[in-house]
């Protein structure tokens, strides 16, 4: 199942609402997780079930989406919050990840 | 808090062979499954391997099987991952994480694998 993530890179300024896209090629439910992977730092989970924040993560992520679209929001963007975000499906193996979109800070 | 850290990394030969460990704490060992992710240098996340938590059933993605195998020792709260017929596009940052096939709510803080001549 391929994963197919937009845009590759999201330049935002802080306070603004960025929104990540994720699609499957085939139907997955709402078996997606989003994951943070700040530079030289392993992934964090941050949204698992396509709409279930992970423990401690804050509530400006949010989740949506079922079947082969799903949306990860930030609703007001925070400095920290640069990284690289990943979708993954867990409804067929293998697991897949998407390729990954950078978000930047404008 | 969950901790799991890996080692057994390093520089190995095309064809040679490396075994990764992955100690885990602070959480019921036998009752997750656990899985192996890594990442080459520049790229996006594959999951190569998961196990369940009884260790009877494991997973392999197409580009590691018949070459990887995982296992775990639960009385050692450890998780293993045994890489033969090492290739250069093994070259990775290998991570253990929580959650096995499904999301992984856990990471290590990953072990590097050069595979070079």
């Known amino acids: 199942t391929v994963m197919t993530q937009s845009p590759a890179t999201l330049s935002v300024s802080p306070g603004d609402r960025a929104t990540l896209s994720c699609r499957a090629s085939q139907r997955v439910g709402s078996s997606v997780a989003w994951y943070q992977q700040k530079p030289g730092q392993a992934p964090r989970l941050l949204i698992y079930g396509a709409s279930t924040r992970a423990t401690g993560i804050p509530a400006r992520f949010s989740g949506s989406g079922s079947g082969t679209e799903f949306t990860l929001t930030i609703s007001s963007l925070q400095p920290e919050d640069l990284a690289v975000y990943y979708c993954q499906q867990y409804n067929i193996w293998p697991r897949t990840f998407g390729q990954g979109t950078k978000v930047e800070i404008k | 808090e969950v901790q799991l850290l890996e080692s057994g990394g390093g520089l190995a030969q095309p064809g040679g062979s490396l075994r990764l460990s992955c100690a885990a704490s602070e959480f019921s060992f036998n009752a997750y499954a656990l899985g192996w992710v890594r990442q080459a240098p520049g790229k996006g996340l594959e999951l190569v391997s998961s196990?369940?938590?009884?260790?009877?059933?494991?997973l392999y993605a197409d580009s590691v099987k018949g070459r990887f195998s995982i296992f775990r020792d639960n009385s050692k709260n450890t998780l293993y991952l045994r890489m033969d017929s090492l290739r250069v596009e093994d070259t990775a940052v290998y991570y253990c994480?929580?959650?096995?096939?499904?999301?992984?709510?856990?990471w290590g803080q990953g072990t590097l694998v050069t595979v070079s001549a």
């Open positions: 994480a929580r959650g096995g096939p499904y999301y992984l709510d856990s």
């Open positions: 196990i369940s938590g009884d260790g009877a059933e494991t």
